[in-house]
């Protein structure tokens, strides 16, 4: 079900550095997608609303009068919402805040010299749109982890979209009750690149935003990366993927539940299990092949297994398996060896850690208090997670008083003529040209320029 890449004997530790077309991966032509919703982005820029009401008929099925969800609709679906449901959506939701309350950075001031001063200042995004992806699944865990960590940023205005059903015309009912939960109240009917575009460009029924962050598919990927510029974002977000890097004191049970786990996703997520022990990855497998028969989505899951995006490294040694997992730079790394901690400290690359045999990636899914919204297609060697300071912005204040300028206005106007920008050295000594004391402090050009005072 799930195929095998032998690196045992390729010297991956000499030096040379490890291929990462070598590894397993799933093709996401982002690029070919931007041509597919160009046109779409263009269409709710010039057509507002009446575009959204389109291509909810034509994507989704779905009859529109109008893209916001009123707030009936919210308070019902609260109201309906199973309350076993609700009490896991409440603890979900206090775990991640206890982590994302100690994201929040404090504004720090820097005495440079006497009277000069650098404050660096962290002002949340005024506006954020929140995408919730729909499709094969329902993601009420994604409103939380989005949602959570812009209020703990202090962002005042949140809106939510999430793709329309057929039958109703809006999200679905739990993605409703999560936001009403949550105490949002500017949700809207959209999905796909025409939501992105939404924010982008805002329409009547919804005010641009200048971040857009969550999850999505290949159309929401290419949007995002359309209209970056014109709006932040997150990330562009491909296939969900697990990497497990693991030895002979991993139980075969729980690495082949948690490659599963993921797979049930989509059948282009990708799951990689790493390790030296070909005893391990044979019991992985014969434990696939029981627990994938009797799951519910094995269809889908079947299709992720045996794609080329997944499968099962074996290397000589845990050292080289940790090169293969940093090159892999996995969205979700478990680490089910002996002294997992250890090994988890020198992972450099990855979305979110998952260490030894107790933490799941289902459970960063739901209720670590950790954030879902990960990095994927190897972006996590340069890009990290959804969190607090993704929605905050750090702003630098300078202040100084005349001395301390007059303290360095040679060094401005020396660095401004080496660079061929003798105005910006002039801009400095204007500051000094009348100065009534004849202190001495810097003057124009000719006139005591770079004197102290």
Same mark, same amino acid.
């Given at each position: 079900m799930i195929s095998r890449i032998d690196l045992r004997g390729s010297a991956l530790l000499d030096g040379g550095g490890l291929d990462p077309d070598l590894l397993p991966r799933a093709e996401l032509d982002v690029e070919a997608a931007l041509e597919k919703v160009r046109p779409i982005c263009a269409e709710v820029q010039h057509r507002g609303t009446a575009a959204l009401v389109e291509y909810a008929r034509r994507f989704d099925g779905a009859e529109l009068e109008r893209t916001r969800v009123p707030d009936s609709a919210l308070e019902r679906a609260l109201a309906e919402l199973d309350p076993k449901v609700r009490a896991a959506l409440e603890e979900s939701v206090r775990r991640a805040r206890l982590v994302h309350r100690e994201q929040r950075r404090s504004d720090s001031t820097v005495r440079v010299v006497p009277g000069g001063t650098v404050t660096e200042r962290w002002v949340p995004v005024e506006r954020v749109g929140l995408y919730v992806p729909g499709g094969r699944a329902v993601y009420p865990s994604s409103v939380v982890m989005n949602v959570v960590p812009a209020q703990e940023a202090g962002v005042e205005s949140l809106a939510v979209t999430s793709p329309p059903r057929p039958d109703t015309g809006l999200p679905h009912p739990t993605v409703l009750a999560t936001c009403a939960l949550l105490g949002v109240d500017e949700v809207f009917a959209a999905g796909g690149a025409q939501a992105v575009a939404m924010f982008a460009y805002g329409t009547e029924e919804c005010r641009p935003a200048q971040l857009v962050t969550g999850p999505g598919n290949i159309y929401v990927a290419a949007a995002k990366r359309l209209l970056k510029g014109r709006i932040g974002i997150d990330s562009e977000a491909g296939p969900t993927e697990i990497a497990i890097l693991a030895d002979d004191t991993a139980d075969p049970a729980h690495v082949a539940a948690d490659l599963i786990s993921q797979a049930e996703h989509d059948p282009m997520a990708a799951a990689v299990l790493v390790t030296p022990s070909e005893a391990l990855a044979d019991a992985v497998?014969? #434990?696939?092949? !029981?627990? !994938? @028969?009797?799951?519910?989505?094995? #269809?889908? =899951?079947? #299709?992720?297994?045996?794609?080329?995006?997944?499968?099962? *490294?074996?290397?000589?040694?845990?050292?080289?398996?940790?090169?293969? *997992?940093?090159?892999?730079?996995?969205?979700?790394? #478990?680490?089910?060896?002996? $002294?997992?901690?250890?090994?988890?400290?020198? *992972?450099?690359?990855?979305? @979110?850690?998952?260490? +030894?045999?107790? @933490?799941? !990636?289902?459970?960063? $899914?739901?209720?670590?208090?950790?954030?879902? *919204?990960?990095?994927?297609? +190897?972006? @996590?060697?340069?890009?990290?997670?959804?969190?607090?300071?993704?929605?905050?912005?750090? =702003?630098?204040?300078? $202040?100084?008083?005349?001395?301390?300028?007059a303290e360095v206005a040679e060094h401005v106007r020396v660095l401004a003529e080496a660079e061929d920008l003798p105005a910006h050295g002039e801009a400095v000594s204007a500051r000094f040209e009348r100065d009534p004391a004849g202190s001495g402090a810097p003057g124009p050009r000719g006139s005591g320029a770079g004197e102290r005072p």
């Open positions: 497998d014969a #434990e696939l092949a !029981v627990r !994938v @028969a009797a799951t519910r989505h094995r #269809e889908r =899951i079947t #299709e992720a297994l045996s794609g080329q995006q997944s499968g099962t *490294v074996l290397v000589d040694s845990l050292d080289e398996g940790l090169a293969v *997992v940093n090159a892999y730079a996995a969205e979700h790394l #478990e680490i089910q060896t002996a $002294d997992a901690a250890g090994w988890a400290a020198r *992972v450099r690359n990855a979305g @979110a850690v998952f260490v +030894g045999p107790h @933490a799941p !990636v289902s459970l960063g $899914d739901y209720c670590a208090g950790s954030n879902h *919204v990960l990095p994927t297609g +190897g972006c @996590a060697c340069h890009s990290s997670g959804l969190s607090v300071q993704s929605f905050l912005r750090g =702003i630098h204040v300078v $202040d100084y008083s005349r001395e301390a300028l």
